[in-house]
């Protein structure tokens, strides 16, 4: 479990000073104009084509070749702050707001042993902001509605911190509260991980990115998830540098 904010700890919330990985934003402009077109939000859940190496979790080390550079490349950072939606302590639904909380608090602690981050207690200092709100219904080629228990929407501005501009992906994860804690905790572990870079499907159910979950929920990071992003963190970014 994390630590809660205001206690020392790697994912404990930080306030502002020239050590703070999270400086506030300052200001915001629209980012110059990528090369390539892209996918703005996940990807659907797609029924994907047979893996012609066969199935099974020993038959790939990764699953690299589901995944896909956004516009400006692979998406990535050498640090990554995320902030959570605070329980609402004034709401009647205190006990549903502090259930989705603690769900999506841990399923930020497997990826803090693969991708640095710290949990902030203001959205402005983050990159990664885990709403809880159903997403919206999406409506699909065929025509036909969908719903889902999360999303995450990527956009890229460049953004003024600390006096300098840089190029920073913003992630919003939307994060239903209308889940079971378990079923809470697999759909934000799934969905953070979009947010930290894998943007694409497993074909495995056993991966916390899998296209098509199996009935348990996946609540720690399979061997696969963890090579995957590894690979894509060894990619060219251009998140990585002012
Ligand atoms: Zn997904």
């Known amino acids: 479990m994390l630590a809660s904010p205001g206690v020392a700890g790697p994912l404990a919330a930080i306030g502002a000073d020239s050590s703070d990985p999270c400086p506030a934003e300052q200001a915001r402009r629209a980012a110059p104009p990528p090369n390539a077109p892209p996918p703005n939000t996940t990807p659907p859940?797609?029924?994907?084509?047979?893996?012609?190496?066969?199935?099974?979790?020993d038959t790939?080390?990764?699953?690299r070749e589901r995944l896909q550079a956004g516009p400006y490349g692979w998406v990535h950072r050498p640090h990554w702050c995320v902030w959570v939606e605070p329980a609402d302590?004034?709401?009647?639904?205190?006990?549903?707001?502090?259930?989705?909380?603690?769900?999506?608090?841990?399923?930020l602690v497997p990826w803090q042993g693969v991708v640095p981050l710290t949990l902030v207690s203001e959205?402005?200092?983050a990159q990664v902001?885990?709403?809880?709100?159903?997403?919206?219904?999406?409506?699909?080629?065929?025509?036909r509605q969908r719903a889902s228990h999360g999303r995450a929407l990527l956009e890229?501005?460049?953004?003024q911190r600390r006096g300098q501009w840089q190029l920073e992906?913003?992630?919003?994860?939307?994060i239903s509260p209308g889940q079971r804690q378990a079923?809470?905790?697999?759909?934000?572990?799934?969905?953070?991980?979009?947010?930290?870079?894998?943007?694409?499907?497993?074909?495995?159910?056993?991966?916390?990115?899998?296209?098509?979950?199996?009935?348990l929920p996946i609540l720690q990071l399979s061997a696969r998830d963890r090579a995957s992003l590894g690979w894509v963190l060894r990619q060219p970014s251009r998140f990585a540098q002012p």
Not at 169 to 174: E, Y
Not at 183 to 208: C, R, Y
Request: no cysteine; hydrophobic share 35%; glycine share 10%.
């Open 169 to 174: 992906p913003q992630v919003v994860v939307l």
């Open 156 to 159: 890229v501005g460049e953004v």
């Open 60 to 63: 790939a080390p990764d699953y």
């Open 129 to 143: 902001r885990v709403r809880r709100q159903r997403p919206p219904l999406r409506r699909e080629a065929n025509g």
């Open 183 to 215: 079923a809470i905790q697999a759909t934000a572990l799934h969905e953070l991980g979009h947010a930290f870079g894998l943007w694409g499907h497993s074909d495995n159910p056993a991966d916390a990115m899998a296209a098509q979950p199996g009935p």
């Open 45 to 57: 859940h797609p029924t994907p084509p047979p893996d012609p190496r066969g199935p099974g979790p």
């Open 123 to 125: 959205p402005e200092r």
């Open 89 to 107: 302590s004034t709401g009647t639904a205190t006990a549903v707001e502090q259930r989705w909380r603690a769900a999506v608090e841990a399923a």
